[in-house]
């Protein structure tokens, strides 16, 4: 009972989420319109805001203990900014950015404040700015203060660092996993890659988490804290980075925006930076992909199963298997079949030994048919039903983001839909001012 309740602990992380999105206008191109003048200023606004580009905005959750709060702090999020959207504006909902212009002035860098524009100008430059137009979930998931201390009592010896590198380097190396089950970029649009680009002719299951989606090619170690902020440091030094909140890596350790505080506060949670938007989700995620993450965390956290003194080499060697995956064919069985169904159970059978706050059995059997089924996929999904014809997809796409924007304005305010109207709208605006509100 005892490691059950631990286990229990575990899966009862808390969980944030980081959604971005561009705002487009009804042909699907970029949006011209600023800021949504009805939210707080954008560089004030905690939880709606301008991220790298004017068009990119990004919802913040607050850390919670259950997949559906969170979700529903998403969903209210969304509903306060699709309000002040513009007449005829919507959010677009795939990762890899609409059509765009073909010398991409329509790509325009978010002025947020001097400093920031003067990184994002050099990132733009060095990177190539199509690619910073791409969008995704991250995933934020740490340790509950009651886990933390609940294992300092039993394990004299585990710190919560190790804890957190194990699961960091788990998130890596099952990196292909994830993209499997949840990519969702088999295509991109008009002007995305430059003409003499040996890009794929036909749908891959993701574009963004291949080596052809937005990166610079750095991965710090993951071997102990001290030597991932020394590799972080060293590539600032060696220009290998602008500076350090250039570090896109996979899954990044956090505690604030200096990297050197882990050093002397400690990891405060991981930042997992994989998913794509799901087109047939309107908050862009779904509560399978949320609760996976919990249920890998718990595994990792628990069974501690790798070496970490190998884990920049098991982390490179993940790396390419990633890659492999991002850009196989949609519609077919993955070459890593077998061993994504022998982790799957891995999880199930891991899942057995506690009460969570979800049905992983049932998770897991949804996770096995979509190992056998690409179709289930949400790539898979996509290019079963839309095939290889871009300009077919990108219509869909601008039919779902009209949808999503009308059902969502029109909904009650998600989480307080048993308030009256009045009430309701009285959330929205307090939201829309940036003042955080408590769903119960």
Known sequence: MKQAKEVSDFINSTVGLEVETHRINKSGQLSHKSYPKGLLNERQHHFIKNDFLETQSELITPPTKTTLKGLKYLGVYHQALRSELAGKEYLWPYSMPPKLKADHSDIVIAQTDPKSYEYRQQVAKIRKIERTAETGVHVNIGLTKKAIKDLTAQEANVSTDDLYLQAAVGFMRYRWLLTYLFGATPVAFTNYFAPNTDAPISPVRSLRNSHFGFGNGFISSYQSVQ??????????????????????????????????????????????????????????????????????????????????????????????????????????????????????????????????????????????????????????????????????????????????????????????????????????????????????
């Open 227 to 440: 030597q991932y902020v020394d590799g972080i440091l060293k590539a600032v030094d060696d220009q290998k980075l602008i500076a350090q909140r250039e570090y896109y890596g996979t899954v990044r350790l956090k505690r604030s925006d200096n990297v050197s505080d882990l050093l002397t506060k400690g990891i405060a949670y991981l930042e997992l930076r994989i998913y794509d938007l799901d087109p047939f989700e309107p908050l862009g995620v779904s509560e399978d992909a949320v609760d996976l993450v919990r249920l890998m965390f718990a595994y990792f956290v628990s069974h501690r199963p790798f070496d970490l003194r190998t884990a920049d080499e098991d982390i490179a060697k993940a790396d390419q298997k990633n890659d492999v995956v991002a850009l196989e064919n949609p519609l077919k069985i993955s070459q890593y079949h077998d061993e994504a169904a022998e982790f799957i159970g891995k999880l199930e059978k891991f899942s057995a030994q506690a009460v969570i706050p979800f049905n992983a059995q049932h998770l897991c059997f949804k996770l096995m048919e979509m190992i056998d089924d690409p179709v289930l996929t949400p790539s898979g999904r996509m290019a079963n039903w839309l095939g290889e014809d871009s300009k077919k997809v990108f219509e869909e796409l601008l039919k779902f983001a009209k949808g999503y924007q009308d059902d969502l304005i029109h909904n009650p305010a998600i989480g307080f839909e048993s308030l009256s109207a009045a009430d309701q709208k009285e959330i929205l605006a307090t939201l829309k001012q940036g003042i955080p509100v408590r769903i119960k």
